[in-house]
């Protein structure tokens, strides 16, 4: 009987990219000493075969802002103009290397703990640390060991001219929030990969770091930011992004993404070419899809902040701009088991004729619905404040209203009869 030669599976590679893609592989795979070993070098042969398959996207990313955070390089993104009042306190090395598409730091409120995702030279961190002050924190993540060099010598400057210390630069890759990859290297340092065993123990180590010690904890954030970044991540990977940042916020929370999304779909042609890929054009997300990205993991009243009326660049016809988008973590609906108790009287003021939310529930304008004082409460809060008067301002209306339905998912709300039960206001 012939024993086939094992093949390297692409699971195989996917696995280690998962592991290791802003890592230098080949610093844990094989060190020269352990090079002579055949094993070795056949398993090191074997993942660089299938890492050319899988990683071509994390190292073009890699190599090309390796570069980009050394010296200043003009094609990276879009030009923004920033709130000068916040730059006098940033080294004119973070200005230069500015890699943006849009300014999310202006959403960003006094006493937010804000975590930017993929942030570079530290640019939309320091902005932010002063925006939130010092009662607020921000937390920069990106996986560019360069990078995160000149963001973090960067930072006692800032400290010393903002007068306080309120931002942290941490090793991570930003579809996996919960991996600490300055821990994960400490131990891949002392326990270097030379053998499928220990890629193995690595897989443990990280799972177990990724559960005791997570990089960003559960609802531990106010506002996640991001700044032409969430296009660099592979396709495979974007499910697991959106999830990412839904799991760090708080209820009640928000994400301000700016970032660069097509007309059409890029075709693969495009997308198979590193430069157009780290570069933030084979990478864009179709338009609508940015926004159904959102919606999938579960966020809630989106907006549209800003949108470039005019592209940025056209390649094949396909228009290329950057957008800058506002999702809400809605609370939880905690109306289920809701006994008619503390019931609110809601109603959409215009002006349109009706709104519908995200779970298909429509408002038209003027009409009373009644809302448990969870629903009563969300409807407070952005982005739903201002469009809605309640009890005391709708009371005024005494039309009163025959059907009474179901209302989800705010479940037993229900058209109200503004004159109620007991008769009318
Ligand atoms: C276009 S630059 C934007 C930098 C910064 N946000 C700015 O406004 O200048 C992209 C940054 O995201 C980082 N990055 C790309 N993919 C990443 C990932 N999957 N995880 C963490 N950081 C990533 C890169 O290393 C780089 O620093």
Redesign the pocket.
Known sequence: MSIPTPQPLRQTSQSVDALLP?LRVDEFLCPARRLQSDHCSSLERKLTVTDLVTLNVSAA??DR?SEASQTQVAA??CPVSYDPRFLDAIPREVIE????CGDPSKYVQPGDVVL??????G??CFIAAQVVGPTGRVIG????DD?LSLARRSQPEVARRIGFDNVQFLK????DLKLDLDRLEVRLREQPIASSSDWLHAHERSDELRRTSPLVSDESIDVVV????LN??RSEDRRQLFGEIHRVLKPGGRAVISDIVSSTDVPASLQNKSELWSG?LSGAFREDRFLAAFEAAGFGGLEILERQSEPWQVVEGIEFRSLTVRAHKLPLNCCADWDGSNATDVVYRGPWKSVQDDSGNTFARGQHITVCQSTADMLRQPPYANQMLFTSEAAACCEPSTSAGSFNPLPLATESNCCGPTGCC
């Open positions: 802003c990313v890699r802002y990276l993104c290397r500015d890699y943006g930017d995702l993929g942030s570079g030279g640019k939309i993540i990106d996986c560019n990078m991570g890759q930003i579809q991001s700044n032409c970044v660099l991540v933030c």
